[in-house]
């Protein structure tokens, strides 16, 4: 899917300080649900992206950590916040596939997947990723979910255009049942962070850019697209949000 993105989407993405919704407080309370883990717990971050949540994870848990995408240009950003963090010996950044994880069953204590699991898919990659883990094992995702069911039809066409998979959290919760998981808990994130780490940060690329591409038609639509993604949430935000799901196998 990422091969397909017009050229100029990358001029949007990158140097940004998350590549989704997210923020720190939610990557620690997340992570302080995990009981007993190992002293140094293995942790793969899939579709780590420039890994603002690497590095909070590398700090909480102090075990060894790797992060996983398949973007190398966010592998290299996140390469250098690694070494101004001086966590060299606890993250390794590593090129790979979520469709295709080479590492052998039981390899990790936790799987932690912030804004990225929907691209494999919610239940399929739940259901691919459980052999990797160790007994007792964790799994953490973040998923787009409908936080209410009288949504607007504006809002139910845009995200169901652009998200078909989208659903409910009871409806997700069925599924991390199904998929041989107990649910420890779910919160969903913060509206602040999609602004302050995610929206804010891409609306302040947006504007300089529209000035310098305004005749240029491809990068037009990436910018509209985008500006009507945003738009969507600062109408909406009380219909649909990442939710944080937290799970341990069975
Ligand atoms: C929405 S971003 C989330 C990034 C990061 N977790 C965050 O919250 O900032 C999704 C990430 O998945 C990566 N990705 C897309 N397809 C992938 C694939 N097949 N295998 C591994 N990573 C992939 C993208 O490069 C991107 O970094």
């Known amino acids: 899917m990422i091969d397909n993105l017009p050229k100029f989407f990358w001029k949007i993405h990158s140097g940004l300080p998350r590549e989704g919704p997210g923020d ?24 780590c992206g420039p890994g603002m949540q690497t590095i909070e994870l590398a700090k ?25 963090e001086e966590l060299t010996d606890i993250i390794k950044p590593v090129k790979g596939d979520m469709f295709n994880i080479e590492y052998s069953d039981g390899s990790f204590n936790v799987v932690w997947s912030e804004g990225a699991i929907y691209i494999i898919g919610f239940e399929k990659g739940l259901q691919e990723w459980r052999r990797l883990l160790a007994s007792k094992g964790y799994v953490v995702v973040s998923e787009l979910t409908w936080l209410r069911h009288d949504m607007p ?5 845009y995200i169901t255009h652009e998200y078909p998979a989208i659903k409910t959290l009871e409806e997700n919760i069925e599924v991390v049942q199904k998929s041989g998981y107990r ?3 779910s919160f969903v994130l913060p509206v602040k962070s999609w602004w302050d780490n995610y929206y804010g ?8 850019l ?9 990068a ?27 799970m341990q196998i069975e």
């Not at 720190?24 to 971050?45: G, Q, V």
């Not at 039809?153 to 066409?157: F, G, I, R, S, T």
């Not at 990436?222 to 937290?246: L, N, Q, W």
């Open 24 to 47: 720190n407080e939610s990557t620690r309370k997340a992570y302080e649900m995990l009981k007993n883990l190992p002293e140094k717990p293995r942790i793969l971050d899939v579709g």
């Open 60 to 84: 909480l848990s102090r075990g060894q950590i790797v992060a996983l995408d398949f973007h190398k240009p966010f592998l290299e950003q996140l390469k250098e916040t690694i070494q101004e």
């Open 153 to 157: 039809e504006e809002v139910n066409e």
């Open 183 to 185: 649910l420890l808990d």
């Open 201 to 208: 940060p891409i609306e302040a690329k947006l504007s300089s």
């Open 210 to 218: 529209k000035a310098r591409y305004s005749d240029y038609e491809e």
């Open 220 to 246: 037009m639509q990436v910018i509209t697209m985008h500006e009507i993604e945003i738009e969507m949430f600062r109408k909406y935000s009380d219909y649909y949000g990442y939710v944080f799901y937290v």
